[in-house]
């Protein structure tokens, strides 16, 4: 049984796959996780399931219309900053509802995008969390 500590935030994300690569958004080099490469994600606002919000945080920030599915990685871990607070890390697979649309990067927080195969992201900078889901999508046949 995990034991919690302090408050609980939660963030979910979604892991984009088309024809077997997933699509990967590099952050923005002056912003939070500045130069990684990370999935579409953000917090889960008040009244919201981690699955809505990963829908929300894919469309707002990619543009694409997706599907949310299955669950794929679950994290908890102690907030970097010292602070009382336990961040849950949800992240979800999705899928595109429209095949013909492209990305559209959306907000600031990221200032490119590529669709890559799970060898080709191993090479990039990622950030934590979404190393530990490739290697577990990878696992799953689900990059293939």
Known sequence: MIEYHGEQRWIAHA???????????????????????DIPGGSVAPGETPAQAAWREVCQETGLDVLIADELTHFVNPDTEGRDIDFHTVTFGCFENALDRDVSLTTSEHYEFEWMSYAEATHVPLVWHVRKTLDHAEALGLLS
């Open 15 to 37: 892991l984009p796959i088309r024809t077997g690569k997933v699509l990967l958004l590099h952050r923005n080099p002056d912003g939070y996780l500045g130069d990684l490469w």
